[in-house]
């Protein structure tokens, strides 16, 4: 039924739909903005979107994305009108969508452009070479008696028949791939030939001495699996080549900077911090780690006072920064702990506010050398603003809008004596960290049971205040979840979608339709469910009208072209000198202003 929907919407559409000769692959224009191919073709493969296993509705897929990233620009559009970004929290966090892509622009100048040559120096090294070796070892966690062993190896004594007298449950064959122990490990035991024995070598938990049984290499012979090893090895190599070069430059660009912290204004955060953790987990036997919300920093503040938010936490000389701009930090890289201990708390958030302090500082090397003006970081930070512009506009749009009792009274009237209302069940997993919902994706994929994933990552984060199975709800509230239940099938899962600067993911468990008679008692149900229509309509009224000021053309024939992958996947941008964040912003499907806009009387036929 849904796909019968989509596929009359779309043809419906097609008539309002405008085509000009173009270049550069345009899909659709918003005024001075523009939705390119590159863009969508991204956007599109890397954000969840329902039915996308269904390869015979891929372009009404396509075209109900593209709708829902217009109207993301239609928001963006809208929002730079009103000037949202003189706001002080909405500058905040444009400010730090800025700093984080010069930060990660900093990193691929002075280090990954330059550790190039060196990565592929080490991965032309690793396939000339063995880059799996199969060892046997002698272990002890004394190196007197370790030296002792290897002395007598070197006077005569058989290593296998040493190795068959000190076997313990800890002695066995291993086979090591490059990547799997430290560098320098791995330099000391690939080179070795076949049947040599190792000098003592210490690792983490004792003292070791190999036997290399068999060097080999699959991807100079092509061997089955090769391919893999490939990619591992290319991975690997520009890890440690980015590695060496990161720890230089750090070295060399902190030498000269001083940081002065202010440590009583830091105990007096982190006694906050404790005291809010504390109450949370008190009463709860979760395990660790215990985490803040970003529900927790305007109580924080609040608590503080303005007074002490004003007061400079760290001095960098050429800035200071206040604990106001520090706690706003925590908004963006959650602080978690592994103990409720005032000594924990605070050591984890010294540092935070060195982590804080280093990331102003490249921030403000790369604004230095003038990356903010590349082409990569202006487009990574107009995304990011578009999206974020779009959640701020559609949160001012409230879950339900007034019903006077004249409009329920006209609604009851025009209606049969029953009215059938569709409720739906559903288990929903929250989480503000993008760690887990990876975790929660890998476990849901590899067929483990959605409820106990609930219930296990519940138990780990009881600050979430919503229950694992939500109980019965109307279609027509719950905001985007119940508009997005209403199109899925039974036991099919949805997600992760932003709801309230959280993650989501849930599984609808049931459906069921009731006949609602027309009585007093239905009264309270049926305005709910009368006022969300009625936001529902507003909030697509407000996009199409936007649509129609904007001048919104669109180009069909560029879209049909555009091949796709169909498989679902959501991808992380790991970020230079630390962090990472989604590789798109998560974006929600919604295309049913379009039929409003069509029936625009100024759209242009």
Do not use: C
Not at 223 to 238: L, T, V
Not at 527 to 548: C, P, T
């Amino acid at each position: 039924m849904i796909k019968s929907t989509l596929n009359i919407l779309i043809l419906g559409l097609f008539p309002v739909l405008i085509i000009y000769p173009q270049e550069n692959n345009i899909l659709a224009g918003i005024g001075d903005k523009v939705i390119t191919e590159q863009e969508f073709k991204v956007r599109y493969e890397l954000t969840p979107q329902l039915f996308r296993e269904n390869k015979k509705i891929v372009k009404e897929l396509k075209f109900e994305f593209l709708y829902s990233l217009i109207a993301e620009k239609l928001f963006s559009k809208y929002g730079d009108e009103i000037r949202l970004d003189t706001s002080a929290a909405v500058k905040e966090s444009l400010e730090y969508f800025e700093e984080m892509f010069v930060r990660d622009a900093l990193y691929k100048k002075v280090i990954r452009g330059k550790a190039k040559s060196k990565a592929d120096s080490l991965l032309t090294f690793y396939l000339a070479n063995a880059n799996n070796v199969q060892m046997i070892y002698i272990y002890s966690e004394d190196l007197k008696e370790i030296n002792n062993i290897y002395n007598l190896i070197k006077l005569g004594v058989s290593f296998d028949s040493l190795f068959a007298e000190l076997k313990t449950d800890k002695n066995d064959t291993l086979v090591v791939s490059v990547g799997e122990l430290n560098k320098s490990v791995e330099d000391q035991l690939f080179p070795l030939p076949d049947g040599s024995v190792s000098n003592p070598i210490r690792m983490q938990d004792g003292w070791y001495i190999f036997k290399i049984l068999r060097r080999y290499n699959p991807v100079l012979y092509k061997s089955k699996g090769w391919e893999n090893d490939y990619k591992n090895s290319e991975r690997i190599a520009i890890e440690r080549a980015e590695s060496e070069l990161y720890n230089i430059y750090i070295k060399d660009f902190l030498s000269d900077k001083k940081m002065y912290i202010n440590s009583k204004l830091l105990r007096i955060v982190a006694s906050e911090i404790y005291s809010v953790l504390n109450n949370r987990y008190s009463e709860e036997k979760s395990s660790p780690p215990y985490s803040l919300s970003i529900f927790d920093i305007p109580d924080i503040k609040k608590k503080l006072g303005s007074e002490t938010l004003n007061l400079t936490i760290v001095d960098l000389v050429t800035k200071k920064y206040s604990v106001d701009n520090f706690i706003s930090f925590l908004k963006f890289d959650i602080l978690s702990v592994d103990k409720i201990i005032n000594s924990y708390i605070f050591n984890a958030l010294s540092n935070k506010l060195r982590k804080f302090a280093e990331y102003k500082m490249l921030a403000d090397e790369g604004f230095r050398l003038g990356l903010q003006n590349s082409d990569d970081v202006k487009k990574q930070i107009q995304m990011w603003k578009d999206n974020y512009y779009m959640q701020l506009i559609t949160s001012s749009f409230i879950d339900s809008a007034d019903v006077t009792d004249q409009e329920l009274q006209s609604y009851l009237q025009s209606s049969s004596k029953n009215i059938k209302t569709k409720k739906v069940n559903i288990i929903q997993i929250f989480s503000e960290n993008l760690e887990t919902m990876e975790k929660i994706l890998t476990e849901i994929e590899s067929g483990k049971d959605f409820r106990e994933i609930a219930e296990y990552y519940s138990s780990l984060y009881p600050v979430t205040q919503e229950k694992i199975e939500s109980g019965y709800f109307s279609v027509n509230e719950n905001g985007e979840i119940g508009r997005i239940a209403d199109k899925m099938k039974l036991n099919e899962i949805y997600g992760p979608v932003p709801v309230d600067n959280r993650f989501l993911i849930f599984k609808l468990i049931d459906i069921k339709e009731d006949s609602v008679k027309i009585s007093l008692n239905a009264n309270e149900e049926l305005r709910r469910e009368l006022g969300y229509k009625k936001q529902h309509k507003s909030f697509n009224n407000f996009i199409s009208n936007l649509a129609v000021k904007y001048n919104l053309k669109i180009f069909p024939d560029v879209l049909n072209n555009i091949q796709v992958l169909s498989l679902q996947s959501i991808a992380y941008n790991y970020l230079g000198f630390g962090g990472r964040i989604l590789a798109v912003p998560l974006l929600n499907m919604n295309m049913e202003w379009v039929q409003e806009w069509k029936n625009k009387s100024d759209v242009i036929q």
